[in-house]
């Protein structure tokens, strides 16, 4: 769900329709914006730790444009 919204942009509408045809869950839109606000803190937090590592390590460097 998270991904079908954030990546492929589906609407809520939509994407509670997707869920409905695919998978038999009835679900609101509210309750759609309610995972999706949910997701957002752990997803930053792993996102932060992912880059973490991957700057750590000797294949990747990151410097500040400009």
Not at 3 to 19: K, M, N, T
Not at 31 to 46: G, H, K, Y
């Amino acid at each position: 769900m998270i991904y079908l919204r954030s990546v492929q942009g589906i609407p809520l509408a939509r994407l509670s329709h997707v869920l409905r045809d695919l998978f038999g869950l009835d679900i609101s839109e509210g309750a759609l914006v309610n995972i999706l606000d949910a997701s957002r803190e752990p997803f930053a937090t792993q996102t932060s730790l992912i880059k973490a590592r991957l700057l750590a390590g000797t294949a990747l460097a990151w410097t500040k444009p400009g």
